[in-house]
């Protein structure tokens, strides 16, 4: 059972390049989201999704993009790439029924130049 | 002023100390508490979660919520190198949001 995972580990642009980091779940949970972790920052919420076909913005959503096409996969795009965006980025997910517990991947490491 | 508050550490124990993690929030509000513990270069995992006042415990584990001080705890009992790692709380207002307000994180480290 693979969980999460999180492609790539780690990536570095440069200003005003896009990408997207890709999210894939096999626990069939309908819940996806997408954090952002910064030092002294904690975590916070990018974007998040309750099913395939549904998705919202959550505390810092501006330069990204998602969708939600599959159960499976939670993709998130940056449009144009920026210095502010170096972090490390995290997908979580969680059964319907237990938001709470929140499974998340192995991270991505980005750095924007 | 942050909602969560949690002291970023490092907090260095001998192995076998009892440990106190703590986070002080500002939303009385909230009532469903959590602790992840996250390893260097990994995602978190998620340790405890309660809901409301009240002590919970799992193993070496025990969270601990005051919400007449806007304070919570974890305790680890019989601590261990492995447990050398970043623990953050959680917390929220309502059920089945993602509205979570995540803390900072303390590094602990188990000294062997």
């Known amino acids: 059972n693979a969980g999460v995972t999180q492609t790539p580990k780690f990536q570095v642009l440069k200003t005003g390049q896009s990408m997207t980091l890709q999210c894939a779940q096999d626990?069939?949970?309908?819940?996806m989201s997408w954090y952002r972790q910064d030092p002294g920052m904690g975590l916070r919420l990018i974007h998040y999704?309750?099913?395939?076909?549904?998705?919202d913005q959550g505390e810092v959503p501006n330069g990204y993009n998602v969708s939600r096409s599959t159960t499976e996969d939670f993709p998130l795009r940056l449009l144009s790439a920026a210095p502010s965006q170096t972090s490390v980025y995290f997908c979580?997910?969680?059964?319907?029924?237990?938001?709470?517990?929140?499974?998340f991947g192995s991270g991505t490491q980005l750095s924007v130049l | 002023q942050k909602e969560v508050e949690q002291d970023p550490g490092p907090l260095s124990v001998p192995e076998g100390a009892i440990v106190s993690l703590n986070c002080t929030y500002s939303?009385?509000?909230?009532?469903?508490f959590m602790w992840y513990r996250q390893y260097s270069r990994k995602g978190p995992e998620l340790l405890m979660y309660?809901?409301?006042?009240g002590n919970k415990e799992d193993g070496r584990f025990t969270a601990q919520v005051d919400k007449s001080s806007k304070y919570i705890s974890l305790f680890i009992r019989d601590s261990q190198p492995s447990d050398s790692a970043t623990y953050l709380c959680?917390?929220?207002?309502?059920?089945?949001?993602?509205?979570?307000?995540f803390g900072t994180g303390t590094r602990l480290k188990v000294l062997a």
């Open positions: 999704s309750v099913g395939a076909g549904i998705t």
């Open positions: 959680a917390m929220s207002a309502v059920s089945g949001t993602y509205k979570y307000i």
């Open positions: 309660t809901y409301s006042s």
């Open positions: 939303n009385s509000a909230f009532q469903y």
């Open positions: 626990m069939n949970h309908e819940y």
């Open positions: 979580a997910s969680s059964p319907g029924t237990a938001i709470e517990k929140l499974f």
